[in-house]
């Protein structure tokens, strides 16, 4: 098992994503006392250490030094996305991203499934704590020019494989938020309880 956990709580010119680094720093031990992953086989970035180029260099330098077909792969994500102003394309936001220049500073997600799609691992999971509304998690506009977002089809990533789960937040229309008692995103928050054991209804110690 491999996992590559992203949380980005700090931005350098977007509105803070609260908890996002305490979501990552959590799933991390998850990663390990619960899915197995070594040491080794964990790369976890943070704020400023989650900028676009490090981003890809763990992406396409340092998760095909790590996979195989025998590879289950884990992904975590907590932090910002925006969709383009026309609604068609969805991004991740690194550390440094421009909101005004997306394209340019930010990570398409279909792209990112199709890097990982390449690698052909035995399976994926992927956890994604963010919304494409435009609001942080403090409700906060990510960009001034921002309209609300209401799709209620997201056809954007395309034919997934049979063999990718993806766990999100929020659809597209709706916002993902923090929970300030806990200190975590609600999503980040209620999958870790899961994992813990609370979604383990028939105590199989299996979670489907």
Request: aromatic share 10%; hydrophobic share 35%; proline share 3%.
């Amino acid at each position: 098992r491999v996992a590559l956990i992203i949380g980005i709580e700090k931005y350098e010119d977007s509105p803070v994503a609260s908890f996002a680094k305490n979501d990552a720093d959590f799933f991390y031990e998850y990663s390990r006392k619960v899915f197995g992953v070594s040491k080794s086989n964990t790369k976890l970035l943070r704020d400023e250490d989650a900028s676009e180029k490090e981003i890809l260099k763990a992406v396409k330098k340092w998760l095909p030094s790590r996979i195989n077909r025998n590879t289950e792969l884990i992904i975590f994500f907590a932090g910002h996305g925006l969709a383009s102003s026309d609604g068609k394309k969805f991004y991740i936001l690194p550390h440094e991203t421009d909101t005004d220049l997306l394209e340019d500073t930010a990570i398409s997600r279909s792209k990112l499934y199709e890097d990982i799609i390449k690698l052909k691992p035995k399976n994926v999971v992927m956890f994604m704590d963010t919304c494409f509304s435009g609001i942080s998690r403090d409700e906060k506009t990510l960009l001034a020019s921002a309209r609300p977002l209401q799709l209620l089809k997201d056809d954007s990533a395309g034919d997934m494989p049979s063999n990718f789960t993806i766990f999100s937040a929020s659809r597209i229309s709706q916002m993902s938020s923090g929970l300030k008692e806990a200190k975590h995103g609600i999503f980040s928050y209620y999958l870790m309880k899961g994992l813990e054991g609370k979604a383990d209804s028939n105590q199989d110690k299996k979670i489907t």
